[in-house]
């Protein structure tokens, strides 16, 4: 381990060398791309050096106590290796986990739909109580949540919202929460105070560039209509909205959010080349969940994944068997700690598999 960590020492000094050139300044992409790399081996380096550090330290200490005639010196050693060795194990861990190789998509922005299930009103009510708990996430971590689309429900709530997040990690963060999400409370409809079960279906889908999806346009039928949301009456009277089929896989996607068609076209793609590259990414994932299923699921949406009940503030992920008593908390964003655990089950695994290999 101590050879890979020197080479990415010996990386992180080249990167950080290239980054300051006025070639690497003045090309964009190349400088963004220079950045991303030194950000992530900075995180490894810092926790490389103080893992050194740590080594001289215990050797130190070892050394004392193999030659140190005094008892008080030998004694106080000891005890300063007894604090040592446990703070090794926990930084060789965490060396290790951040060693491995990552998801290539855990950078990317991501497309967040989510949609009313079983239910009727009380789902499309509960898909808009589980919006704005991201929103509140996202607002805690800083990202920027923008509106695709959306069609209200009848009694409040959301029939589908879609959004587009962005910032860092977000699908790193985000990729656990696709799948469905069942609530069990006495809905506002109900009049002889009976508990229903609803749910609605979450997807994340990572946002995928023109990299990653080479669309033919002439594959894609391009619509116009007028908008129906919010936004004044130009929002209304104008053909802004924009609606995108995809010929070959059937896919439509519709953008009414901004009051420029062009901008509404161009979420409108961003989405429909997300989606593509999802279903690309579902087959990756279905190849690999042949081989082994994770703790943690395959990320399926038609996967149960989260129970919420209200008369208990009980809120349970069946993956991992966590349950919190906090269910206000993470209605209001507080959803880290799952987010944190599930990542945890994630890397165990992959780290159990790769010391099976």
Not at 112 to 128: M, P, W
Not at 129 to 139: A, H
Not at 211 to 239: H, P, W
């Amino acid at each position: 381990m101590l050879d890979q960590l020197e080479a990415i020492s010996e990386r992180f000094n080249e990167v950080a060398q290239q980054i300051v050139q006025p070639e690497a300044v003045s090309d964009q992409k190349r400088f963004m791309k220079l950045s991303k790399e030194y950000k992530d081996l900075e995180k490894i380096v810092v926790q490389y050096r103080a893992y050194t550090q740590l080594l001289e330290e215990i050797e130190n200490a070892k050394q004392v106590i193999a030659t140190e005639k005094d008892e008080d010196f030998r004694d106080m050693a000891k005890g300063e290796l007894d604090e040592l060795l446990p703070r090794r194990e926990t930084l060789e861990e965490a060396l290790k986990e951040m060693m491995m190789p990552k998801d290539p998509n855990d950078s990317k922005n991501v497309i967040l739909e989510i949609r009313g299930g079983t239910g009727g009103d009380e789902a499309a009510i509960f898909a808009g109580d589980i919006f704005r708990m991201y929103q509140r996430f996202c607002e805690k971590m800083g990202w920027k949540m923008s509106l695709v689309d959306f069609t209200e429900g009848t009694s409040g709530g959301y029939k589908e919202i879609i959004t587009e997040v962005e910032g860092e990690d977000v699908y790193g963060k985000l990729k656990f929460e696709s799948g469905v999400h069942r609530v069990q409370r006495v809905p506002a409809t109900e009049t002889q105070g009976r508990i229903h079960t609803s749910a609605a279906s979450v997807a994340v889908l990572p946002e995928a560039e023109e990299v990653d999806v080479e669309l033919n346009m002439n594959d894609i039928r391009k619509d116009t209509f007028c908008s129906s949301g919010a936004g004044g009456q130009s929002v209304n009277t104008t053909y802004s909205a924009v609606r995108l089929t995809h010929i070959p896989s059937g896919i439509v996607v519709q953008c009414q959010d901004e009051r420029s068609q062009l901008k509404n076209f161009d979420k409108a793609l961003t989405v429909l080349r997300s989606r593509i590259y999802e279903i690309e990414l579902q087959k990756h994932n279905d190849a690999i969940a042949s081989q082994r299923k994770t703790m943690v699921g395959s990320g399926d949406r038609s996967d149960k994944i989260r129970t919420y009940n209200y008369p208990q503030s009980r809120v349970t992920d069946h993956r991992i068997g966590l349950t919190v008593y906090n269910l206000p908390a993470v209605m209001d964003g507080g959803i880290g700690e799952f987010i944190e655990q599930l990542r945890i089950a994630e890397n165990a695994e992959r780290l159990k598999e790769g010391a099976t290999v």
